[in-house]
């Protein structure tokens, strides 16, 4: 793994990192837009796994971040499909331009 | 070129295109299932990184999990073979020539820095040490953010719960 330089890792979630920007910019369904917001947490991880491998070979501190990283991710995509599923039953549609009122 | 620059190329033009097509496509299970593909190509990455704890928590966590749910909610939500709307062609841009500049911002600001890697040490990610070092309390344990995540991770669980719950009509 010598052979490839730690900044072409680096472009790789950098490019990964602004896919799901634009995912986000321009979706407006909230499932996709969640799907960019998953794109985004992944490029982080692959930075800290990365840095963890190359620069700071001999601890594990990447490797910890990220986990906690994965763990939030999981809590936070739950906790926004709940809030989808409900607001679908509420307005039947998930676009992020109908729901425009926050009290039912 | 050696064999594993060659497989690092090949799985990040994989990476990188099925983002890419899971952030355009018309189709929203298309959609999902070409974030499903990314998910599991990053995780080929930590495998080639020799990370295996962390692929495998990938491929559990993400592709097991998080993509499920999104399936899932797509059949809970909305018809899977009906086409998205087209983003307004304005907005589409604008926003990709902003992310245009962004991705050159900061990949100039990363050629600047030279990342040299430190040669010598060899990383031990086995299950075990990362284990004893994520419940240890000593100087680089992490015993106190895991518990912080998992009340995290429960008080998750009950939020979903509540918000998703079905009130009966005239229960309010």
């Known amino acids: 793994m010598n052979q490839v330089p730690l900044s072409h890792i680096l472009f790789v979630s950098t490019a990964l990192f602004f896919i799901g920007m634009y995912g986000l910019f321009t979706r407006r369904n909230m499932i996709t837009m969640l799907m960019s917001v998953e794109l985004i947490l992944n490029s982080v991880n692959i930075n800290f796994i990365a840095f963890n491998k190359y620069l700071y070979p001999e601890k594990l501190e990447g490797v910890f971040f990220s986990l906690f990283i994965i763990a939030i991710a999981a809590a936070e995509a739950a906790v926004a499909i709940a809030i989808i599923i409900n607001l679908y039953r509420n307005l039947r549609s998930i676009d992020v331009e109908d729901a425009n009122e926050m009290k039912f | ?172």
């Open chain 2, 1 to 172: 070129m050696s064999v594993p620059a060659v497989v690092f190329y090949i799985l990040s033009f994989f990476i990188l295109a099925a983002g890419l097509l899971a952030v355009t496509s018309r189709k929203i299970f298309r959609s999902a299932i070409w974030l499903l593909f990314s998910l599991t190509g990053i995780a080929g990455l930590y495998f080639w990184l020799q990370m295996e704890f962390i692929a495998a928590v990938q491929i559990v966590v993400y592709v097991g999990g998080i993509v499920v749910l999104i399936i899932f909610s797509i059949f809970l939500t909305q018809q899977s073979g009906k086409d998205l709307p087209a983003p307004v062609r304005s907005r589409a841009i604008f926003s990709a020539l902003a992310v245009c500049a962004g991705f050159m911002l900061t990949w100039v600001m990363i050629r600047r820095y030279d990342l040299h890697p430190a040669g010598q040490g060899t990383i031990d990610a086995s299950v075990g040490n990362i284990g004893s070092q994520m419940l240890s309390t000593s100087a680089h344990g992490y015993v106190l953010p895991f518990e912080v995540i998992s009340i995290l991770l429960l008080a998750a669980m009950i939020g979903c719960i509540v918000i998703a719950i079905k009130t009966k009509p005239g229960d309010k």
